[in-house]
């Protein structure tokens, strides 16, 4: 079809539809015909490649390579062994893949694309997903076209349409029909999906939806590859040097007892011992739970993480960039105060309309003539709308507009004037004219020009002023005691508009569409003061975040007085304050030698947030910023997490974010920084934990080889100890709950490697403890005159053991254990209840002991197991107290 070269009705008729949108019932009908407007999801690998890929880890290749040797070497047990722990450890790691993208997939739908539809008559927000032909679609500034659809009718609409044409300027829409023959950049017309409405509004029926769309039919086009996370290239680096080692070790060992004499098969026995000794096979797994458990536990707190790399850099984080409004505030605009000739309070708080007006104590009549006059061009210079859902009153709209809206509603009069108000012509809105004025046929009162904005902008227009007696010529002292008065109610946190008007003739109209025509001679009216009040959980947060070592800056397009006053309620900053106008004037090196002292920056404009982030990024910082409007979108990109907001925020920012807060609060963003020190906390531990593990198992078997005793451990037996009484503990370390000093410790450096030097330090020391224990146990046996089988079954249980202990004490790397709760990781405690069992299941049931040749344990042995256990938990408290006098 040729939409674009027919006229609106002509649109309207072919989809079967009108001015006020289609029918729910309709809506649902098309949508089981049509499917849901999405484009085809990238490609993903198939289940079989997810696991095929399990394989392809270095330390999975060292394992299958000890497998082969083993066949080799005539030892079959052993090699089915080794393969189906190798199966087994695939099989787990696919599990918890798997399971993790479709908890993604879960987290991708939270926040999909939504859009403001007319269906039954009524304006509502609904997933674009659900989008159908006939849909009438309104969109405004900001928002990101969600399907292709005809003008119906628009306001200065200008479109961005590079995604799709590549023509970087903003593009002229009108409703008009065009010619037939016209490439698709000039159907001017149209808006497409992908593409973003940068000034303006209008209507628009939906003409196309998913694969039908321009967008659609080019997707297959278009791949990104993403970079490699940071952290899975440290494990990947972790990986290779822990496979070299092994390997190197392992060679160093055959070499050494072929030297002496020992049959090759024997060499390559002890071999296959020490390289399946060296592999954490749980570390892969271990992460993947972590991140997966942390990330559903984010979204759960409405933190959605949209990139999981980001989760490392989220615990690095000093500095978080937030705007005020929505995000330190409630986001609901209520309107506090008017200044006619008089000073007007105004009751109630958000959008529920209920509330009085009063002034010098007594409640006023909505209908006296300087409220009520302030009222109507609230209405009118608006393009906001109120609707009632589940949950209350809500503002479909600008938060601003929004309370002007419900100011009306409370008065009774909103209905009256919006059913008898005829739109003419809208001059809107934007950062550089900082007002919007509207043209409108109001019932029994003729013509008349409404506008709102700043109150310098405002007040530059206007040439008379209203008095309690009439209008008079507005002076520049009058002036000036309005913008004393604006000044004032901004020193009390209120947001100040400036309303003006003025009555124009059926002649006059002929001007409608001039600018300079219609905002010139308008009547001063009033002040509007709102205020948006601070969340009552955000002092906690930042607070919080000052222990944290996280400092909070607040950069708002508000007034320097308005920001100045929220910033010393909320304790941020010192009072200082740095509008725009200033930052032009400061050149690079100026801006970075302040951006330590200044933490509330008004008056901004995009080019000043992003230079802010860059400012305190080449200081050294770790940068989170907020947004929610499009002229956000460039810091959120510029800074180290974006961080989106899901109620306020346009498609555009939430596409530039790595994280999304679902309910715009920041406590919910400390409580996500929070959330990422903890997840990698545990993946720290469980590293820690598993490579410990691994390095005593190889010292164990190196130093007994090497004094000249036979093997200590057999390949299954340390294979047993590594994934299945190793696993079950560690399971518990990666949901260890988070301590009470993790939001006290400064921010960690994101370019340590994995693992630090002191964890290291830390791991090594408890390796070493593990060594001695268990080499002890071992020699110690075989001198009393036990055999070696006897021998090498309490060196097994002894390591067991101690891995136990090692796991209970890993729970944090700085507190000592006997200062925590016992029973606040009961994940653990049960990991360990199941490890335990499982060191006794090889030890006790008779098939096991001849598969893993283990023999019944005296008490004796049992006595000393278990005492020898306790040391090696106090050498990893020693470490932690070392540690602690070194960080």
Known sequence: MNWHSMTADEVLSKLDSNHEG?????AKER???????????????????IFIGKFKDYMVLVLIFAAIISFIAGETTNAYVILGIVVLVAIIGFVQE????????ALREMVAPEADVIRDGRLSTIPAAELVFGDVIFLEAGDK????????EESSLQVIESSLTGESQAVEKMALPLPERLALADRKNMVFMGTIISQGNCRAVVTATGRGTELGMISGLMKQEQAEPPLKIKLQQLAKRQAILVLVISAAVFILMFSRGLPVVDALIASIALAVAGIPEALPFIVTLALAFGTQAMAKKNAIIRRLPEVETLGSTTVICTDKTGTLTTGEMTLREIRTYRKIDVTGAGYDPSGQFISNGSRLDPAERDLARILKIGVHANNSAMERGNDGWRVVGDPTEGALIVAAKKAGILDRIKESNNRLVEFPFDSERMRMTTVDEAGGEGYTVSMKGAPEVVLSHCTKIMRPNGTRPISDQDKRSILAEADQMAENALRVLALAWKPISINDLAEADSIDSMESGLIFAGLTGMMDPPRKEVPE???ISKMAGIRTVMITGDHRLTARAIGKELGIGNGEVIEGAELDRMSAEDLCEHIDEVSVFARVTAEHKVRIVEALKAKGHIVAMTGDGVNDAPALTAADIGVAMGRTGTEVTKEASDVVIADDNFATIVSAIEEGRRIFDNIRKGTSYLLSVSFAELATI????????PLPLLAAQILWINVVAEEFPA???????????????????????????????????????????????YITTLQSNADV????????????????????????????????????NKTLLMGIGLSILAILAVVYIPFMQFIFETRPLTIESWALILATGLLVLLAAEIMKKLLSKWR
């Open 789 to 824: 089988s006897y021998a090498r079954t309490v060196a097994f249980v002894g390591l067991g053991f101690f891995t136990v202990y090692n796991a209970y004490s890993s729970r944090s790397l700085q507190e000592s254990v006997f200062s925590m709760d016992p029973w606040g």
């Open 541 to 543: 947060a930042i607070r």
């Open 22 to 26: 289609i029918s729910s019932k309709q």
């Open 145 to 152: 076209v969600p399907a292709d659809g005809r003008i119906l």
């Open 702 to 709: 190196f130093f007994a080889l090497a004094l000249g005793f």
């Open 98 to 105: 798997y399971k993790a993208e479709k908890a993604m997939e």
């Open 731 to 777: 399971i518990g370390l990666a949901l260890e709950p988070s301590h009470s000093d993790i939001m006290k410790r400064k921010p960690r450096d994101p370019r340590e490697p994995m693992p630090s030097r002191t964890l290291m330090i830390y791991t090594l020391g408890t390796a070493a403890a593990i060594v001695a224990g268990t080499l002890g146990l």
């Open 31 to 49: 949508l089981s015909q049509q499917g849901p407007n999405q484009l085809e999801s990238p490609t993903k690998p198939s289940p079989l490649r």
